[in-house]
């Protein structure tokens, strides 16, 4: 039970910046939300106010903002005598950039969330800079002449912030071969080419180092380390995303609600509620810092459906010099949104294989 509010919450809070992006930069521009809902499936309650319905639906995912004029639908209800011509409150009648604003906004207001409770995060806890505290007697570090104290600045070309967006880069990008790090001692920066090696616990190639010197940035110097953190998240992200699109992601590394719900939020929880709420709910504050900059992320792909789709849409728009005909960008996104609840149902089982079939 603990874990299904958990669930509800932490997806709640993301879907709910999302399409309050979206409700928010469309009122500016004004733009007629014809209905702002969370979750999916029939009402659970529902109020209008103002021209907009407000509605709670039974299934608590997802969630909508829609528009009046989208996908080239009738502008007004019918029973209410709509028309189809395009109505003053109008999304087809809104200048262009006020579009593409509107559509960007849900994402953005992901990504805005997320540095928040990165900020959050960064204030209760501690983290750890990109230092070799030791190195491994015998690694790959020490061969190449790393000592303790060094600091690791970037492999092979890739900046690092953070400890663990090392662990990040070992474990998801490395492929492989010399690893060119750039460090920095006394002051000063070197660079060295190493070999990892591979770790048969860890199932992955090690640098050599290990690092146990922690800090606790607070004021001015958590914005910093804020903005690490959601970079490291979308780092992961669009790494995940690549694996994901070269087959290097299995069926038992992909989950939906569900599997988010059991072998996310509910494992989490029962492995962090002995050491108190403080620690439960800083591992519940990153499990929605890193859904929300999923969904930002994801919603900017340019697919059908998503944002990212109507955002190539209005992009063709501004290049074009008029918008491409609403009804058959409706019929475009029409495929993708069958499209994807197709992929909900195969999702769906195969969160329930991976929780039941071991």
Known sequence: MVTFILFIVI??????????GHFLIAKANGIHVVEFSVGMGPNIISRKKGGTKYSLKLFPIGGAC????????????EAEGGTKEPGPGSFLKAKVWARIATVVAGPLFNLLLAFIIA???VNMSVTRDPIASQVVEGGGAQAAGLQAGDRIISLNGEKVYLYQEISLYMQLSYRGGDLVVVYERDGERYTTTLTPQYDEEY??????ISNADVKEPRGFESLKYAWY??????KMTYTSLGMLFTGRVSRKDVAGPVGIAVNVVGATYEASKEYGWQSVLLNMLNITLMLSVNLGILNLLPVPALDGGRLVFLLLEVIRGKPVPPEK?????FIGLVFFMVLMVFIFFNDLVNIFVK
């Open 203 to 208: 199932g992955y190639y090690l640098l050599g």
């Open 119 to 121: 900020i959050i995060m």
């Open 329 to 333: 960008e409706g019929i475009v996104h």
């Open 229 to 234: 953190e959601m970079r490291y998240s979308v």
């Open 11 to 20: 997806f709640g809070v993301v879907v709910i910046a999302h399409e309050f």
């Open 66 to 77: 829609m528009f009046e004029g989208e996908d080239g639908v009738a502008d007004q209800d």
